[in-house]
């Protein structure tokens, strides 16, 4: 085999590698409380020294009453927060939500980059890809729930839903 040929095989199977190994970091379960089903959650590798990473999450409240997501917790930080983050007259502005997130009934909220997400701060070790970082939600209604966020790259800007696996899991 030519020398070509070999460097093409190569970097064909490590291209298959990661591709199997992005689709199965992707395969975060639903999870349901109640009338609230939590899919799509996730969070990025840190760099090294890194203290503060965002967390993403999508809410669906398929109930009848409306619920607010009130706390985050993690034993991954000292402090996790619930922000918003907006862009005003070009300036990007970020900030805690003093009362929470509301949940309209028969609504979805989506925590994604560049918009509402959880923000944790003053962490000690940064999230490593691959990795899974506990979280619990706190819903006003609902109660706790907990998840496991998995770890996607630094550079990761969403979810990609087409290659996530759909599971329910009720706590």
Not at 5 to 29: C, G, H, I, P, R
Request: hydrophobic share 45%; aromatic share 4%.
């Amino acid at each position: 085999m030519s020398a070509v040929a070999l460097s093409a095989a190569s970097l064909f199977a490590t291209v298959a590698v990661a591709e199997n190994q992005d689709k199965t970091a992707m395969k975060a379960d639903m999870v349901m409380v109640g009338d609230i089903h939590l899919s799509a959650h996730w969070t990025r590798a840190m760099l090294p020294g890194q203290k503060v990473g965002g967390g993403y999450v999508t809410i669906t409240n398929n109930g009848g009453e409306d619920d607010r997501l009130i706390a985050i917790s993690t034993p991954a930080t000292e402090r996790a927060e619930i922000h918003e983050m907006s862009v005003v007259d070009d300036v990007m502005k970020m900030r805690p939500l003093a009362d929470g997130l509301a949940v309209p009934a028969g609504e979805t909220v989506e925590l994604k980059p560049g918009s509402y997400h959880m923000m944790f701060m003053a962490v000690e070790e940064p999230f490593k890809e691959g990795g899974m970082v506990p979280v619990v939600l706190t819903f006003e209604k609902a109660g706790d729930v907990e998840l496991m966020l998995p770890v996607m790259p630094a550079g990761t800007k969403a979810m990609d839903h087409g290659k996530m696996k759909h599971e329910s899991k009720t706590n």
